[in-house]
Protein backbone atom coordinates (compact mmCIF):
# COMPACT_ATOMS: atom_id res chain seq x y z
CA UNK A 1 0.00 0.00 0.00
CA UNK A 2 2.98 2.26 0.93
CA UNK A 3 4.73 1.54 -2.62
CA UNK A 4 0.98 2.27 -4.27
CA UNK A 5 1.15 6.34 -2.48
CA UNK A 6 4.66 6.82 -3.13
CA UNK A 7 3.77 5.87 -6.79
CA UNK A 8 0.85 7.40 -7.04
CA UNK A 9 2.10 10.89 -5.31
CA UNK A 10 5.38 10.85 -8.24
CA UNK A 11 3.42 10.01 -11.19
CA UNK A 12 0.83 13.37 -9.96
CA UNK A 13 4.18 15.93 -9.14
CA UNK A 14 4.76 17.97 -12.24
CA UNK A 15 8.05 17.22 -14.19
CA UNK A 16 10.07 19.86 -15.39
CA UNK A 17 9.00 20.64 -19.14
CA UNK A 18 10.86 21.50 -22.32
CA UNK A 19 10.50 25.06 -21.49
CA UNK A 20 11.92 25.01 -18.16
CA UNK A 21 15.62 23.25 -20.22
CA UNK A 22 15.88 25.79 -22.49
CA UNK A 23 14.93 29.32 -20.32
CA UNK A 24 17.18 31.76 -18.88
CA UNK A 25 19.61 30.67 -20.74
CA UNK A 26 22.27 32.53 -23.34
CA UNK A 27 22.47 30.30 -25.89
CA UNK A 28 25.59 30.72 -28.39
CA UNK A 29 25.13 30.92 -32.08
CA UNK A 30 27.17 27.80 -33.57
CA UNK A 31 25.82 27.21 -36.78
CA UNK A 32 23.39 28.83 -39.66
CA UNK A 33 21.71 26.14 -42.25
CA UNK A 34 24.33 23.97 -41.61
CA UNK A 35 27.38 25.63 -41.24
CA UNK A 36 29.48 26.81 -38.76
CA UNK A 37 29.83 30.43 -38.10
CA UNK A 38 33.03 32.54 -37.96
CA UNK A 39 34.11 32.55 -34.11
CA UNK A 40 34.27 36.10 -35.01
CA UNK A 41 30.38 36.29 -35.48
CA UNK A 42 29.32 36.60 -31.98
CA UNK A 43 25.42 35.94 -31.76
CA UNK A 44 23.16 35.01 -28.48
CA UNK A 45 19.57 34.19 -27.68
CA UNK A 46 17.64 33.76 -24.15
CA UNK A 47 14.13 32.58 -23.97
CA UNK A 48 12.51 34.37 -20.48
CA UNK A 49 9.75 32.37 -19.20
CA UNK A 50 7.41 34.97 -19.93
CA UNK A 51 7.85 34.48 -23.69
CA UNK A 52 10.39 37.61 -24.57
CA UNK A 53 13.41 36.58 -26.44
CA UNK A 54 16.23 38.13 -26.62
CA UNK A 55 19.74 38.28 -27.21
CA UNK A 56 22.75 39.75 -28.85
CA UNK A 57 23.60 39.77 -32.84
CA UNK A 58 26.69 39.94 -34.62
CA UNK A 59 26.37 44.00 -34.20
CA UNK A 60 22.98 45.10 -32.10
CA UNK A 61 20.62 43.52 -29.10
CA UNK A 62 17.47 42.57 -29.96
CA UNK A 63 14.04 41.50 -28.30
CA UNK A 64 10.77 39.95 -29.60
CA UNK A 65 8.13 37.91 -27.99
CA UNK A 66 7.75 34.26 -28.66
CA UNK A 67 3.29 33.80 -28.34
CA UNK A 68 3.21 30.07 -29.19
CA UNK A 69 4.21 27.68 -26.45
CA UNK A 70 7.71 25.96 -26.57
CA UNK A 71 8.69 24.13 -28.24
CA UNK A 72 6.65 25.92 -30.84
CA UNK A 73 8.25 29.13 -31.82
CA UNK A 74 6.57 31.82 -33.28
CA UNK A 75 8.43 35.25 -33.04
CA UNK A 76 6.73 38.54 -33.34
CA UNK A 77 8.45 41.37 -35.20
CA UNK A 78 12.54 41.53 -33.80
CA UNK A 79 13.32 45.03 -32.83
CA UNK A 80 17.65 46.09 -32.44
CA UNK A 81 19.56 48.68 -31.71
CA UNK A 82 21.06 50.18 -34.92
CA UNK A 83 24.82 50.07 -33.66
CA UNK A 84 26.86 50.08 -37.41
CA UNK A 85 29.91 47.46 -37.91
CA UNK A 86 31.68 45.43 -39.98
CA UNK A 87 29.34 42.47 -39.68
CA UNK A 88 25.83 43.73 -40.49
CA UNK A 89 25.65 40.94 -43.28
CA UNK A 90 26.17 38.38 -41.10
CA UNK A 91 23.70 39.82 -38.47
CA UNK A 92 21.25 39.97 -41.51
CA UNK A 93 21.69 36.25 -42.30
CA UNK A 94 21.26 35.76 -38.72
CA UNK A 95 17.78 37.88 -38.49
CA UNK A 96 16.42 36.33 -41.58
CA UNK A 97 17.41 33.02 -40.75
CA UNK A 98 15.72 33.53 -37.22
CA UNK A 99 12.17 34.87 -38.33
CA UNK A 100 11.67 32.41 -40.17
CA UNK A 101 11.83 29.29 -37.34
CA UNK A 102 9.00 27.71 -35.87
CA UNK A 103 10.09 24.72 -33.71
CA UNK A 104 13.24 24.23 -31.21
CA UNK A 105 14.77 20.74 -30.09
CA UNK A 106 16.86 20.45 -27.31
CA UNK A 107 19.59 17.67 -28.32
CA UNK A 108 20.67 16.87 -25.04
CA UNK A 109 21.75 19.88 -22.21
CA UNK A 110 23.91 21.66 -24.53
CA UNK A 111 22.65 22.10 -27.87
CA UNK A 112 19.51 23.92 -28.91
CA UNK A 113 18.23 23.67 -32.56
CA UNK A 114 15.72 25.68 -34.34
CA UNK A 115 13.99 24.89 -37.20
CA UNK A 116 11.95 26.80 -39.93
CA UNK A 117 9.42 24.56 -42.61
CA UNK A 118 11.77 26.45 -45.37
CA UNK A 119 14.43 24.01 -44.42
CA UNK A 120 16.24 26.95 -42.34
CA UNK A 121 18.04 26.47 -39.29
CA UNK A 122 19.90 27.90 -36.18
CA UNK A 123 22.25 25.72 -33.65
CA UNK A 124 22.96 27.39 -30.54
CA UNK A 125 25.33 25.68 -27.90
CA UNK A 126 25.23 26.57 -23.99
CA UNK A 127 29.19 27.15 -23.68
CA UNK A 128 30.74 29.00 -26.71
CA UNK A 129 34.00 27.11 -26.26
CA UNK A 130 32.67 23.73 -27.26
CA UNK A 131 34.33 22.14 -30.29
CA UNK A 132 32.58 23.65 -33.59
CA UNK A 133 33.30 19.87 -35.09
CA UNK A 134 30.48 18.76 -32.68
CA UNK A 135 28.18 20.72 -34.65
CA UNK A 136 24.56 18.66 -34.80
CA UNK A 137 23.04 20.24 -38.14
CA UNK A 138 26.17 20.31 -40.05
CA UNK A 139 27.03 18.25 -42.85
CA UNK A 140 30.60 15.97 -42.62
CA UNK A 141 33.02 18.19 -44.21
CA UNK A 142 31.43 21.97 -43.25
Known amino acids: MHRFRFALCLAMMPLPGF ?4 EGVD ?3 R ?4 VVVDAAVQATL ?4 DGSVSGKAPCN ?3 TANTAALPEVKLGPIAATRMACDRLAEEQTFFDALARVDRMVA ?3 DTLILTGP ?5 EFVRDPTLDPAACVTCLPGE
Open 61 to 63: RFG
Open 27 to 29: WHL
Open 19 to 22: AATV
Open 107 to 109: EGQ
Open 118 to 122: DGRSL
Open 31 to 34: AIDG
Open 46 to 49: MFGA
